[in-house]
Structures are given as C-alpha cells and as structure tokens.
C-alpha cells in the first residue's frame, strides 16, 4: 500500500489549501484514513480523520470549523480542505490509512503513510 500526498504550498494567513492524497494497492474502500501534522521540532499530531464509512469525520479542536476531511472511494483519495488558514498551521501533513483505527486520533493505530507535503503559513 503507497500513500502519495501532495498540494501544499506558501499561503498568506486567511488563505486556503486542499491537500490530496492518493492511496495505492490494498482495499482502500476498508481503510480509516487521516490527515497529521508535524510542525518543526515537535512530535506529529492528529488533524482530521474519517472511518471506512465515512461516517463521524473527526477533527482536532485547533482546526474545527476551518479543516474538513473527505474521500472520494471511486478516485481511491482522501482530501483535507482547509480554510481560514493561520501561521500555526504551518507543518508537514502527512496522510495515513488504517485498516482499524479504534480512536482515528493516534499516530500508532496507521500502518501505511504518505511521504508528507508541506505547507507554510505567512502572517
């Protein structure tokens, strides 16, 4: 299974971003799927997940009501749109896939990750 993320970039604050992420071989229509992130010189941490259902997207407190995660089965993508954008969103974001996920929050229940795409957030 090969994960491939990509459509970060430089973005003024206020600005928005959809990052992609593309998953190869496996069942991806029976993965949990999930967006992290890792700022500079800090442990990687939970963004925004969604179950195989596709139902209860998750997210963390710090992007509520800016990010949303969603997936296309049929394209074999998970997206995570994100708006109203703040310099401390700036980090690498790494999706991730699942084959169970129990809290979808925790970095160790992802067996399979993408190479992580980078976006920077100026002020």
């Known amino acids: 299974v090969q994960l491939q993320a990509s459509g970060g970039g430089l973005v003024q604050a206020g600005g928005s971003l959809r990052l992609s992420c593309v998953v190869s071989g496996g069942t991806y229509s029976w993965y949990d799927m999930a967006w992290f992130r890792q700022a500079p010189g800090k442990e990687r941490v939970f963004v925004a997940g969604v179950t195989w259902s596709a139902y209860n997207p998750d997210y963390a407190d710090s992007v509520k009501g800016r990010f949303s995660i969603f997936r296309d089965i049929a394209k074999k993508m998970v997206y995570l749109q994100m708006v109203s954008l703040k310099p401390e969103d700036t980090a690498v974001y790494y999706c991730?896939?699942?084959?169970?996920?129990?809290?979808?929050?925790?970095?160790?229940?992802?067996?399979?990750w993408g190479q992580g795409t980078l976006v920077t957030v100026s002020s």
């Open positions: 991730a896939a699942s084959t169970r996920a129990p809290t979808l929050t925790r970095p160790h229940e992802y067996e399979y």
